[in-house]
């Protein structure tokens, strides 16, 4: 089974930033899909962020553009999710997920593997 462990969450201060990491095992990286969704307290699962394989398409969530940015290094079998100008709202659980049979996905239940989730917190 492919595992993907999440790292880079914590506490900020609204206006802050933080860069979480997202690395897979195994050496066939460069062959997944790569997304970042997010769940708060008492709501769904929602989008982030997603990216192709090769990196050349990237799709971003209208409450995150402009403010977040994902990339991957395939050398390092990892996907990153810079967050700039962070919000109260950004609060959530952030889970990376990959998938083989997508070139980019927006949808939870295209994605086949999922990380164990990295708790971040913004404060006002």
């Known amino acids: 089974q492919v595992q993907l462990v999440e790292s880079g969450g ?6 802050g930033s933080l860069r979480l990491s997202c690395a897979l095992s195994g ?12 769940q708060a307290p008492g709501k769904e699962r929602e989008f982030v962020a ?3 394989r ?6 971003y969530a209208d409450s995150v553009k402009g403010r977040f940015t994902i990339s991957r290094d ?11 100008s962070l919000r109260p709202e950004d ?3 952030y889970y990376c ?14 994605y086949d593997h999922w990380g164990q989730g ?3 917190t913004v404060s006002s």
Do not use: E
């Open 91 to 93: 609060t959530a659980v």
């Open 97 to 110: 997920a990959a998938d083989l049979n997508v070139i980019v996905a927006t949808i939870s239940s295209r």
């Open 10 to 15: 914590g506490l900020v201060q609204a206006g």
């Open 27 to 38: 050496r066939t990286f460069p062959f997944y899909a790569m997304g970042w969704f997010r």
């Open 54 to 59: 090769g990196g050349g398409n990237t799709v």
């Open 74 to 84: 395939n050398a390092k079998n990892t996907v990153y999710l810079q967050m700039n």
């Open 50 to 52: 997603a990216i192709s």
């Open 118 to 120: 990295t708790q971040v």
